[in-house]
């Protein structure tokens, strides 16, 4: 009695809407006319197999029944029926031809971006996005998150404790978090051009219905017309290198009036960033704002107290090149070296910032570096 009772409870459970809520097999449909086009083609490809298969299973599970030995059933004898062999071979190629012009419809769709109204270019960069809208003259670089990154770090440092909650359960968004978001407004069709600095990346937003590939010296592209406010969130879909888990891409679909807003706000700081590269700032302005842009940028290989992952990623703590002739430094942070990427996106006063931050935390003794040094140096 208690088997069967577990068997009945188990069966309840299995069957109850509240189980089947959660379990999601179908694609998303996402939020944009061409993800819309790419669900309908799904479901319209999805019926047609059901339909076929319930012709071609229920024609044999038929036969098997009605014509099996026991009843005296006797297999037809013939061979090279031509009409046989029209039949399997046209009915294919009507159902074939039926689905490939849908198709061709939606792969014509997913290429045409000359009803474009605004362009952005998305540069992936190990590791992480760089977005520019070039009509708008407004340039930045999307991070992963604080409270993400710093969640990796205490997962990594609690690997061995049962009790621990792990970033995963304790914090929103984990790993899908960015420190700055693309804005992009509502109902405008948009041009994205995809490229990357360094190697293959993958632009995925799973709503969007775009998933391009970034390649470095290529410019590949995408659009997209979203058609509900909201946030979306998407991942690099292509191994890109140690970090290629931690680039996520966060977009803020917003009205036109909220993106004309930003885009004036953005410009304004902009503005305020060139004027700012033209100044002389004080140490101890370059160590506040070098420690945030070494967080955001260089923590994850050479780590927060700067110690470093040795031999891979060594340490800015007594460095040699922290601790020696500032061109050098600039030099290896501007165009890399070995198997560190470039830096030269960041403006030069985020560069000068955190070089001296590099030069003089951890107990280093280096020199002063100003953005007009940066900016002579490029």
Request: proline content about 3%; overall charge neutral; glycine content about 6%.
């Amino acid at each position: 009695m208690g088997k069967l009772s577990k068997v009945i409870a188990s069966s309840i459970a299995l069957l109850s809407t509240a189980v089947f809520s959660e379990y999601g097999l179908n694609m998303t449909e996402g939020v944009t006319s061409i993800s819309h086009d790419i669900y309908d083609l799904h479901m319209m490809v999805f019926w047609v197999c059901v339909v076929i298969a319930a012709i071609v299973f229920g024609a044999m599970f038929y036969s098997v029944f009605a014509h099996r030995k026991s009843k005296g059933a006797v297999a037809a004898q013939f061979h090279e029926s031509t009409k046989a062999e029209i039949l399997w071979t046209l009915v294919p190629v009507v159902i074939l031809v039926g689905m490939a012009i849908p198709a061709s419809k939606t792969l014509i769709d997913l290429e045409d971006t000359s009803k474009a109204e605004m362009t952005v270019k998305v540069t992936g960069h190990q590791w992480k996005w760089q977005y520019d809208y070039p009509k708008e003259g407004i340039s930045f670089i999307s991070n992963l998150a604080k409270t993400s990154k710093d969640s990796v770090a205490s997962d990594i440092d609690n690997l061995n404790n049962e009790n621990y909650k792990t970033g995963a359960t304790s914090v929103d968004n984990y790993l899908l978090e960015v420190d700055k978001r693309l804005v992009l407004p509502v109902d405008t069709s948009i041009r994205f051009l995809i490229t990357s600095n360094d190697v293959i990346h993958n632009w995925w937003v799973l709503d969007f219905g775009v998933k391009q590939d970034a390649n470095p010296g290529f410019i590949n592209d995408a659009w997209a017309k979203v058609d509900k406010i909201g946030t979306y969130r998407g991942q690099c879909a292509e191994l890109c290198g140690k970090d290629h888990g931690f680039m996520p891409i966060v977009v803020d679909v917003v009205s036109k009036a909220d993106y004309a807003k930003w885009v004036e706000k953005e410009q304004a700081s902009a503005a305020a960033a060139i004027a700012s590269a033209t100044q002389v700032w004080s140490k101890a302005d370059l160590m506040s704002k070098g420690k945030k842009v070494y967080a955001s940028n260089c923590a994850g290989c050479h780590k927060m107290d700067g110690s470093g992952m040795p031999p891979i990623f060594p340490a800015i703590k007594d460095s040699a090149i922290a601790n020696g002739i500032a061109s050098e430094h600039m030099t290896i942070v501007l165009h890399g070296k070995a198997g560190m990427p470039t830096f030269k996106m960041l403006g030069d006063a985020d560069l000068a910032s955190v070089i001296t931050y590099e030069r003089n935390a951890f107990g280093n003794t280096g020199s002063v570096v100003q953005p007009s040094d940066v900016k002579s140096a490029r």
